[in-house]
């Protein structure tokens, strides 16, 4: 019994930072054997928790150096487990760290209470530690793994870890070197602690924040230059196809005598196919609609558009080309996945009242869609290389250039995209 409790307190340092990691290594992708690997890694971290243990009595510094090599073992050993860039399994390690340091302080303010009748403890720390990583689950934790940190790496944060790292370790060990503990020591030394590790934990939670919006701002920019570029050609490839069908049309006029009338009719119709189809006042929309729907009559999806695009004046060409193509492409990517033709519609509705102009875009949908914390769905091509998924973020961004949003609702197999926009307002 004795020999295992000396075994529990020599590892706990290494399990109370392994329990804190898993909190934000869980969502990284797992290299092959996975099993195997993190078994390894388990017990490749423990026992190095264990080995280094026995330098903790030699001398401070010794017992810093056994938490540094320590906390290295385990980075080394996760990454070993874990398919992700070193940086991003250093990052969720040092995490676990502060996690870990966060609940020995607390251990250590618990253990000082009026009504504690037992002195501070190993099996004390850990019961914290888990408290700790409990509350760390539900509130940091699940916003870093909604927001997808794991796939966005930089320099600072390689320098936040190493600072968490050197707190987290330096800090206890410079207040030991002071001398003997008392009451106000234990309690300064131990809040400062928290204080220093729970700043670190949010610094490091804003810079992947940050991060992602300064990617996403980059991505759209890209995304727009591609867009207004696709609109450029989609106009010309306009212009160009009614100019043929207008030229076209006259000379069946002059073939009248010449064919028989099914022919012509047959050739009329033909024409019509290819020729603007949507009058809506405003060019932009007219381009988007008639090039969606020609590739929507091939598939048998039926696109109707109720209301002016005159109510669109207030946008630039390609905010409307951007806005209305993004909304049609992801109502169209719904549609063709339905077999029943009675589903395979799209509903487009432009309403304006007063300075207000609303955009209402209905279709039907096959499986489930998961909307992220923005409200919006995520998407499910995540797997794909490419722009999946910020279409609507698009659409949501000039919608809030205008005073405006996007809001999504999904009720009994229906997907509705509505977008409000204040006219003159731009922000």
């Known amino acids: 019994m004795a020999y295992i409790e000396d075994l529990f307190i020599r590892m706990s340092y290494a399990m109370g930072i392994l329990l804190g990691a898993q909190l934000?290594?869980?969502q990284l992708p797992h290299r092959k054997h996975f099993g195997l690997r993190m078994t390894a890694a388990l017990m490749t971290s423990l026992v190095a928790g264990w080995g280094f243990s026995y330098l903790t009595p030699?001398?401070?510094?010794?017992?810093?150096v056994a938490l540094q090599l320590t906390i290295a073992v385990i980075v080394l050993s996760m990454w070993f487990a874990f398919d992700s860039s070193f940086v991003t399994v250093l990052s969720a390690c040092v995490m676990g760290v502060a996690a870990q340091h966060i609940g020995h302080h607390v251990s250590r303010l618990v253990a000082e209470l009026p009504w504690m009748y037992h002195q501070w403890s190993n099996q004390l720390e850990f019961i914290c530690v888990c408290a700790v990583c409990l509350v760390?689950?539900?509130?940091?934790?699940?916003?870093?793994?909604?927001?997808?940190?794991?796939?966005?790496?930089?320099?600072?944060i390689t320098a936040v870890s190493i600072a968490i790292v050197l707190i987290c370790t330096g800090i206890t060990r410079l207040a030991r070197m002071a001398g003997e503990y008392n009451?106000?020591?234990?309690?300064?030394?131990?809040?400062?602690?928290?204080?220093?590790?729970?700043?670190a934990l949010f610094l490091e939670s804003y810079l992947y924040y940050s991060l992602r919006k300064e990617s996403e701002?980059?991505?759209?920019?890209?995304?727009?230059?591609?867009?207004?570029?696709q609109y450029e050609l989609s106009r010309e490839n306009a212009e160009q196809l009614s100019i043929k069908c207008h030229d076209l049309k006259h000379k069946l006029v002059s073939l009248n005598t010449y064919l028989p009338q099914n022919e012509i009719d047959s050739m009329r119709s033909l024409i019509d196919t290819y020729d603007s189809i949507y009058h809506t006042g405003s060019e932009a929309l007219d381009i988007v609609l008639n090039e969606k729907g020609l590739h929507?009559?091939?598939?048998?999806?039926?696109?109707?558009?109720?209301g002016s695009g005159k109510s669109l004046d207030f946008l630039d060409e390609m905010e409307i080309y951007s806005l209305f193509g993004n909304l049609l492409e992801n109502a169209i990517t719904a549609a063709e996945q339905l077999e029943e033709p009675r589903k395979r519609i799209i509903s487009l509705v432009v309403e304006q009242k007063g300075s207000l102009v609303?955009?209402?875009?209905m279709n039907f949908f096959r499986g489930e869609i998961t909307l992220e914390e923005s409200g919006l769905p995520r998407t499910s091509k995540e797997a794909e290389r490419g722009y999946h998924?910020?279409?609507?973020k698009s659409v949501q961004a000039i919608a809030r250039k205008y005073n405006g949003d996007l809001s999504v609702n999904i009720k009994d197999g229906i997907f509705t995209a509505q977008v409000y926009l204040l006219r003159d307002a731009v922000s």
């Open 217 to 229: 701002h980059l991505l759209l920019l890209r995304i727009q230059e591609e867009e207004r570029r």
């Open 296 to 306: 929507c009559r091939d598939r048998g999806i039926p696109i109707t558009c109720m």
């Open 24 to 26: 934000f290594l869980k």
């Open 389 to 392: 998924g910020y279409g609507l």
């Open 183 to 199: 009451f106000f020591s234990i309690a300064s030394t131990s809040l400062y602690a928290i204080t220093c590790c729970v700043l």
């Open 58 to 64: 030699l001398s401070d510094l010794s017992n810093l």
């Open 136 to 156: 760390l689950y539900f509130t940091l934790g699940r916003w870093l793994r909604n927001n997808r940190y794991d796939k966005y790496t930089d320099r600072r």
């Open 358 to 361: 609303y955009i209402d875009m």
